[in-house]
């Protein structure tokens, strides 16, 4: 061959390897999983003035500045991001978790997407997952994520968080477990995590179920599946609701007065949680206030201001006596939650009873 003739075919082969390589990387991009990202604000995009600054502001950041802050999350999906609000999550409200699930709802059929990420602030991210948990129809992984430190502060624990609740919404294995949390390399479910800390970076803890599974810089390993109904076996639907009932919580403690129950029957609530003492207990006065709302048609469930254990039924109190519903495993905010939503149609006592059992 002469010369010419060796450096075109020399051409010819750089320019075909080029073009495999090319369609290689196109194939790749192809497989890679879709995720998409819903912000609704928090300390993961909150924002101090120094990185040592105690004090700062929830919900400043946006939701492309956050993942500019995450280099190589592109190699574990192709993530798009959309704002659905920008709030600190002790203003989260169920108008938001409407739109939210809606707007989830809307998306999952999508082809375009294989997951969810919610970035949230962690104060509320409990009961959030946990209304989500009833209300999304997908079996598709829906991951809330947040982190204990803003973004601009020293070791902000939001980046790797960030990185590794899309690395589990892209795993197919996350599917059909109910909605996720993933903080500090750990998977919760969204029936038995609870904020522990108010500042530690470990606040999420499962206590009576424990971990869903653990993610460690995008693998992860899953070994529990949570009993409850959840997501596509949920029979709350939302698709039409636009406002719920009120349902409020009430706090137990030494001498607890009876009023308190009084002024929610009188400001229209339609269910009452009491976050009682020890095993679901009140004093007298607020049994005898509770049990009068009781007889009014209102709700009354029995929960635990204790962080773990289960509230079971006619322990101390006769629940079938009295007309209350015992919360079993449901904290007073997740068992608010499930009762505002139990409370959309007309149901029995031993309905709603029942359906602590189940979700
Ligand atoms: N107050 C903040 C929030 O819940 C705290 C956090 O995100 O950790 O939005």
């Not at 700062?56 to 500019?68: E, N, R």
């Not at 030494?254 to 009452?272: F, H, Q, T, Y």
């Amino acid at each position: 061959m002469n010369a010419p003739l060796r450096s075109w075919a020399g051409s010819l082969i750089a320019l075909l390897l080029c073009a495999i390589c090319w369609q290689a990387a196109v194939a790749a991009e192809q497989r890679k999983p879709h995720v998409t990202i819903l912000a609704t604000g928090g300390t993961i995009a909150g924002a101090a003035e120094t990185g040592t600054q105690s004090g700062y502001k929830s919900g400043a950041v946006t939701i492309d500045a956050m993942l500019a802050a995450v280099p190589g999350i592109d190699k574990l999906a192709i993530v798009k991001g959309e704002q659905v609000a920008n709030v600190g999550s002790q203003d989260m409200s169920f108008e938001i978790l409407i739109k939210l699930a809606k707007r989830i709802n809307e998306l999952a059929p999508s082809a375009d997407v294989d997951g969810f990420v919610i970035t949230h602030g962690t104060d509320t991210m409990e009961e959030s997952a946990y209304f989500l948990n009833l209300t999304v129809k997908t079996n598709k992984p829906v991951v809330m994520v947040g982190s204990m430190r803003p973004s601009t502060a020293l070791s902000a624990d939001g980046p790797l968080n960030l990185y590794n609740a899309v690395g589990v919404a892209a795993d197919p294995k996350a599917k059909g477990r109910g909605v996720l949390v993933v903080m500090n390399d750990q998977i919760h479910g969204a029936h038995s995590l609870t904020k522990t800390s108010t500042t530690a970076v470990e606040t999420f803890l499962s206590p009576l179920r424990g971990l869903i599974g653990v993610a460690s810089y995008g693998k992860n390993d899953f070994y529990n599946t949570p009993p409850w109904k959840h997501t596509t076996q949920s029979e709350f639907d939302i698709s039409n609701v636009t406002k719920l009932p009120r349902v409020d919580v009430v706090f137990a403690d030494v001498d607890m007065p009876g009023d308190l129950i009084d002024c929610s029957v009188e400001r229209g609530a339609k269910g009452i949680v009491i976050a009682g003492v020890g095993n679901g207990n009140m004093t007298k006065a607020a049994v005898d206030a509770a049990s009068r709302a009781a007889q009014k048609g209102i709700v009354v469930v029995r929960s635990s201001r204790v962080p773990t254990g289960f509230v079971g039924r006619n322990v101390e109190l006769d629940d079938d006596k009295l007309g209350f519903v015992a919360s079993y495993e449901l904290n007073p905010q997740k068992a608010r939650v499930l009762l505002t939503l139990a409370l959309l149609k007309q149901r029995s006592l031993s309905d709603i009873q029942n359906l602590y059992d189940l979700y």
